[in-house]
RNA sequence: GGGUUGGUAGCUCAAUGGUAGAGCAUCUUACUUUUAAUGAGAGGGUUCCGGGUUCGAGUCCCGGCCGGCCCA
């Protein structure tokens, strides 16, 4: 059995060595396929009156052990929470008490049974008859040590603070931070809101291809891959757009999808390579609609994670209460940059404005890109409250329906909350000649170098071509709303498994 | 991609260019209601990797690897 504890495995030589111990001794813990457990630890606790002298079972890993002289104190910590276990030598037998002193560590995942009872200190406890430890921690756990300095303050003593190795290890970092198993849940309690909203408004849940021809939807470059049996190129989805019109098309009046998307960018506290995008489409519903259906859903959702309708964020108090504010792109921009929407209607104009501002113009071939540009970089830090952006250039904007009277302009709004673009939204063309001719401009920016301009969709349009009914659309970040609904500095705080640098060797 | 900052014991962190330390964790031991248990003792290091400067490098320089933050 030397083997076991053999160096350069990486694993702890102890721990091995217990665990060659305790195979020898014909307890061999990972032998064990199942466990029946009748109580949680936070039921035992909250039921403690119903409960009391009451024999339960629990299960969970070994947090705490405080072994004195023949008696023995551990906590062990499941699903729901921590609960104490008490054991006397006299009562559990020799065997099973030099377990706990010398087999047992912390990390290790336990079955007990016994009844529950309340010690002299007042903390309900599980009085241990038997005893199953169900699988061994070879490695040491950095669980940290929280507790109270003498003036009352809450310290947390070592942990696991290393973001790289809390990303990346995120098993880790779930057993052993609170706060990030919290934000992490948080994060799942969004999106099972998301879909209690949308379900309950008569939106039907649909998949659609994530391998796909030709990348659509929205502007940004997307991974490539191949298919073997049909050598052939495909893309990753950049978003889920088309293949839901298509669905709207063929007569599902209601959809959406919560979906992984994928795109070539770089990263940051805002971009993960994948993340998740809800998209949903009403047929017979437009701008207006989806308005209405963004803020009774942001309600919802923050309802759902906080019990009341406002929160905050990184200091700033966010009330999703008040009907949200509604702001024209260029009146924000007027606003906020203190230049003139007669000053953005020619190429030349917005270039001397670009100029004026020290702002370089190159790579600026649209005037609806520096439109854009100038409200990312003067109006969107102040859009704290949730905030309708209205009225986007129709240049950026290749699946948005003009608005009436002004073809420079769509019936398209972003939503904004904490400075952050959270979604967006069109009264969607239905008009596939419309459709075609936008796609033929977004096809010259892609001829002049514009990886992110939308392709050619021919198969799209000939689903448009049959009719498509006018439609209202909405997508938005799941990973982004999350952050900041959660108050998380990083989308990585909210993604279980972000993406990093594959580690080597 | 650029700037900046970091990588030291299992974890959290120290260490003027001069013998690598502490707390928690671990091991031994005492203790029959503890809870940051406590007391006594012990072990534990490729200082991310590779070069260089120096009598001497965790520390300074160069390159690389992997992160954090800011910017594009």
């Known amino acids: 059995m030397t083997d076991l504890a053999a160096e350069g495995s990486g694993l702890d030589p102890v721990r091995r060595q217990k665990l060659a111990d305790l195979r020898e001794a014909?307890?061999?813990?990972?032998?064990?396929?199942?466990?029946?457990?009748?109580?949680h630890a936070a039921k035992i606790v909250a039921e403690f009156e119903a409960l009391d002298g009451q024999t339960v079972s629990a299960a969970g890993r070994i947090t705490s052990v405080r072994v004195q002289g023949k008696v023995a104190f551990l906590d062990i910590t499941d699903t729901t929470g921590r609960i104490q276990l008490y054991a006397r030598r006299d009562e559990v037998g020799d065997d099973l008490f030099d377990d706990i002193k010398h087999h047992t560590d912390l990390g290790d995942i336990l079955g007990?049974?016994?009844?529950?009872?309340?010690?002299?200190?007042?903390?309900?406890?599980?009085?241990?008859?038997?005893?199953?430890?169900?699988?061994?921690?070879?490695?040491?756990?950095?669980?940290?040590?929280?507790?109270?300095?003498d003036s009352g303050e809450e310290k947390h003593a070592g942990g696991l603070k290393d973001p790289e190795m809390r990303y990346r290890q995120r098993s880790v970092d779930l057993l052993v931070n609170r706060d990030s198993r919290e934000r992490l849940l948080g994060r799942m309690k969004i999106v099972r809101a998301m879909r209690d909203y949308l379900d309950t408004h008569d939106y039907?849940?649909?998949?659609?291809?994530?391998?796909?021809?030709?990348?659509?939807?929205?502007?940004?470059?997307?991974?490539?891959t191949h298919h073997n049996a049909l050598d052939t190129e495909l893309h990753?989805?950049?978003?889920?757009?088309?293949?839901?019109?298509?669905?709207i098309i063929g007569g599902l009046d209601r959809v959406y999808e919560i979906g992984r998307v994928f795109r070539n960018e770089g990263m940051s506290t805002r971009h993960n390579p994948e993340f998740t995008l809800m998209e949903v489409y009403a047929a017979y519903a437009n701008l207006d609609d989806m308005m209405a259906l963004v803020e009774g859903m942001f309600r919802h959702i923050c309802r759902a994670l906080h019990g009341q309708e406002n929160f905050s964020f990184q200091g700033q108090e966010i009330d999703l209460?008040?009907?949200?504010?509604?702001?024209?792109?260029?009146e924000g921009i007027r606003l906020n940059a203190g230049v003139a929407p007669e000053e953005l209607t020619t190429l030349e104009l917005a270039h001397a404005v670009l100029t004026r501002l020290g702002l370089p113009t190159e790579n600026e071939p649209t005037?609806?890109?520096?439109?854009?540009?100038?409200?990312?970089?003067?109006?969107?830090?102040?859009?704290i409250q949730p905030t309708f952006i209205t009225e986007f250039p129709a240049e950026t904007s290749p699946l948005a329906k003009k608005m009436p009277g002004n073809p420079a302009l769509t019936r398209r709004f972003e939503i904004y909350m904490a400075g952050a673009e959270l979604g967006n939204a069109f009264s969607e063309i239905n008009d596939p000649i419309d459709q075609r001719e936008r796609f033929a401009a977004q096809s010259d920016l892609r001829a002049g170098g514009d990886a992110e301009a939308h392709p050619m969709d021919e198969d799209f349009l000939?689903?448009?071509?049959?009719?498509?009914?006018?439609?209202?659309?909405f997508g938005g970040g799941v990973d982004r709303l999350a952050i900041i609904l959660t108050d998380a500095p990083s989308i990585r705080d909210v993604i279980l498994f972000p993406l990093l640098r594959p580690e080597r060797g």
């Open 112 to 149: 007990v049974s016994g009844f529950v009872f309340r010690t002299q200190r007042g903390e309900i406890s599980i009085h241990v008859r038997e005893w199953t430890l169900l699988a061994k921690s070879l490695r040491p756990l950095p669980f940290g040590k929280e507790y109270e300095t």
């Open 321 to 330: 209460a008040p009907s949200f504010t509604r702001l024209p792109i260029l």
């Open 204 to 224: 039907l849940e649909v998949e659609t291809p994530v391998l796909q021809a030709m990348a659509g939807g929205a502007a940004a470059r997307p991974f490539l």
């Open 367 to 383: 005037v609806g890109g520096i439109i854009e540009k100038l409200h990312e970089k003067f109006t969107q830090p102040t859009l």
């Open 236 to 247: 990753l989805r950049i978003s889920l757009e088309l293949y839901l019109k298509r669905l």
């Open 462 to 473: 000939r689903a448009m071509e049959y009719g498509m009914p006018p439609t209202g659309g």
């Open 26 to 39: 014909g307890r061999d813990p990972f032998a064990h396929e199942r466990f029946e457990v009748t109580h």
